[in-house]
Nanobody, 126 residues
Framework: QVQLVESGGGLVQAGGSLRLSCATS????????MGWFRQAPGKEREFVAK????????IYADSVKGRFTISRDNAKNTVYLQMNSLKPEDTAVYLC???????????????????WGQGTQVTVSS
C-alpha cells in the first residue's frame, strides 16, 4: 500500500508563492509517475501537473503553465509543486496522486491514478 501526505498549503496574497510537498511511503516511488490535482468547492477535480518517474517529462495544465513547476526527488520519495504568481482562482485543495503506469498517457484523467493523498488547502486572497 502506498501512502501520500501533502504539506505546504496555506494562505497567501495574490502574486505570492507557495511550495507544496507530497511525501510518499513505499519502495517503488521512483517507478511511479506523479501528479497534482486541485479541487475547489462545488467543482470537479482539476488536473494541474504530472511528472514522469525519471523527472524528464512533465505536463502542465494550460491554466498553470509558466507559473507552476512540478519536480521530484526520488531519493526522498517526494514530489513538489512550486507555485508562483498565484491568483485567487488558484484557491483549492491540492492533492497529489501516484500513477503506477510508468507512461504519461491520460495525465489529466483522475481515473489514471491509483493512489491519492488527502490534500492540502491553498487559499489566495485578492
Amino acid at each position: 500500500q502506498v501512502q501520500l501526505v501533502e504539506s505546504g498549503g496555506g494562505l497567501v496574497q495574490a502574486g505570492g508563492s507557495l511550495r507544496l510537498s507530497c511525501a510518499t511511503s513505499g519502495r517503488t516511488f521512483s517507478r511511479y509517475a506523479m501528479g497534482w490535482f486541485r479541487q475547489a468547492p462545488g467543482k470537479e477535480r482539476e488536473f494541474v501537473a504530472k511528472i514522469a518517474w525519471s523527472g524528464g517529462n512533465r505536463i502542465y495544465a494550460d491554466s498553470v503553465k509558466g507559473r507552476f513547476t512540478i519536480s521530484r526527488d526520488n531519493a526522498k520519495n517526494t514530489v513538489y509543486l512550486q507555485m508562483n504568481s498565484l491568483k485567487p482562482e488558484d484557491t483549492a485543495v491540492y492533492l497529489c496522486a501516484a500513477d503506477t503506469n510508468p507512461t504519461m498517457g491520460r495525465a489529466s484523467n483522475p481515473r489514471s491514478y491509483d493512489y491519492w493523498g488527502q490534500g492540502t488547502q491553498v487559499t489566495v486572497s485578492s
